[in-house]
């Protein structure tokens, strides 16, 4: 996860839909989606939450589209008295190269009115603002939506119907997607000519690419005449890397194009290469967007956050 937000420019090709795409009213009934649950999502720094509770208490927790399981962070979990148990099989590693190694067993764990009984909850460190977060663990049982227009999360039963998801604008492009070994979307995207996939983390604040990627895909490095130092990123437990910026000029993902995208370049090796990627697109791209997120078909639905 980063904890800064940079502005971009966007522009999305605009697409000839049929009238019926703009509401459900057209749609057939087995193709109307079902709404599970819907949220007023409140912004702290570069994340994005929702309300929920854990054991009946109250709890806001993070939408990371890129975190690998549910969790809450230390501080959250000792306030409500969980016991910590050490995790024995798995290493969770963040970009920074810290390591998650503690879980919480939890009686109910509750998203608005969707509630899960007899748990595991990953352990933390802190997230400002946060107790928690939710991750794609939990997401993937439904249709995501996250409205970043108007500050409005839901969630809805797998669409049944191909391509019956864009309810709100007849203007969108459409994305097929990959899951991970980790659970986490991949789409393919072109930045500046070169092919690759991007991992969509809305648990962090800018996009990145490390600095073994960017030589592999451009042929540039540290020593670069338009590679320039930036102040240092902080990994999802705390872990602080070098980061470098490059004149990127095009991030294009199925009918959006992205003007002047700002990616910052991280020191080292590939954070992403358990997911078969390069690019981690953050929230100063995604806040930008409205999407749709169908994890049963696999597809995701983009269109501009202001698109009504």
Known sequence: MFFR???????????????????????????????????????????????????????????????????????????????????????????????ANEYVHVDSFKVGNLRRDRVDLLVMEALPGFDGLIAPDF?????????????????????????????WSGTYAVIPFSMTEDGHMRVPVTLDGHDTYAVLDTGAGVSALSMQSARRLFDIGEDSSDVKMASQVTGASGSQLKAYTYPF?????????????????????????????????????LSKLHLYIAYHEQKLYISDAQAR
């Open 5 to 99: 937000s940079i502005a971009v420019s966007l522009v999305l090709a605009a697409l000839a839909i049929p009238h019926a795409a703009l509401g459900q009213e057209a749609w057939p009934q087995e193709c109307k989606l079902v709404r599970m649950l819907q949220l007023p999502m409140v912004a702290k720094g570069n994340h994005v939450g929702v309300s929920g509770s854990v054991n009946g208490k109250t709890v806001t927790l993070a939408i990371d589209t890129g975190g690998y399981a549910s969790a809450l962070t230390k501080t959250a979990a000792d306030a409500l008295g969980l016991e910590r148990h050490g995790l024995n099989l798995v290493t969770i590693r963040d970009m920074g190269g810290n390591f």
């Open 249 to 285: 000029k095009t991030l294009i993902m199925g009918g959006l194009t992205v003007a002047n995208p700002r990616i910052e370049l991280t020191e080292g090796s590939n954070f992403l290469g358990h997911n078969s990627a390069s690019i981690l697109l953050g929230m100063d791209v």
């Open 139 to 167: 997401l993937r049982n439904y249709d995501a939506e996250l409205d970043f227009g108007s500050g409005t999360f839901n969630l809805f039963k797998h669409h049944p119907c191909a391509d019956h998801a864009i309810y």
